[in-house]
């Protein structure tokens, strides 16, 4: 009785051995076939977000194109009108001098040509002074080679040594920095031992 009952046992396990054998590899299947769909799923997110990627960086770069186009414009621009105010305001000066040339025309008045002339100037430099230009006050001054050009030398004592003693041409200065130097006379003073010898040789005379 004893050995029929083993063998049925063992019957009934060899039986179960395969079916459960079958169960198991059905679920590794059906884990693979998961496994595998969800890395197809995520493979098209990435294909997906790869092109949205990819057309963004050519929108960016055909945007980057036209903003350099667009600034070269602007800057070919910005130099061509770059003295239009500058313009703007002198034509006012235009219209005074014709006015005043017609009137020298038409009047031997020559005190109020004088005059027509000397408020054009006037105009002229409130116009310069209005866009950052300065007039460099040169007379008298100490010689600056950075802002004045030296025409002369003139020994002299009636001024000290290095002042300016005359002015040829006004320069002037755009918003601090040189647009042209004033031209000047210098003065150059003898020194201590010349004028001494010339003294001495004077008085040998």
């Known amino acids: 009785m004893k050995d029929d009952t083993g063998r049925k ?3 009934d396990i060899t039986k179960e051995k395969p079916a459960t054998a079958e169960r198991e590899s059905g ?3 059906k884990a693979e ?4 769909s969800d890395l197809m799923r995520k493979i ?3 294909e997906k977000n790869a092109a949205e990627n990819y057309d963004k960086y050519l929108r960016a770069v055909a945007e980057m194109e036209n903003y350099k186009k667009r600034a070269a414009r ?3 621009d910005s130099i061509k009108y770059a003295n239009e105010n500058l313009i703007r305001d002198m034509l ?3 219209d005074s001098m014709d006015r005043a040339l017609e009137h020298a025309c038409n009047s031997e008045d020559f005190e109020a040509f004088k005059k027509g002339l000397k408020l054009v100037q006037d105009q002229l430099i409130c116009c310069l002074e209005k866009h950052g230009v300065e007039k460099i006050d040169a007379l008298g001054k100490d010689f600056d080679p950075n802002i004045h050009e030296a025409m002369l030398q003139v020994e ?3 001024h000290q040594d290095n002042k300016v003693m005359n002015e040829f041409e006004k320069g002037y200065l755009l ?4 647009l042209k130097p004033a031209k000047v006379s210098v003065c150059k003073c003898p020194n201590r031992k010349d004028k001494r010898e010339n003294e001495g040789n004077s008085s040998e005379e």
């Open 9 to 11: 046992l063992k019957k």
């Open 27 to 29: 679920a590794e299947k």
């Open 33 to 36: 076939k998961k496994d595998i």
């Open 44 to 46: 098209e997110e990435l």
């Open 74 to 76: 602007e800057r070919l």
């Open 92 to 94: 006012p000066l235009v």
């Open 156 to 158: 002299g004592e009636e």
């Open 175 to 178: 918003h601090g920095r040189l």
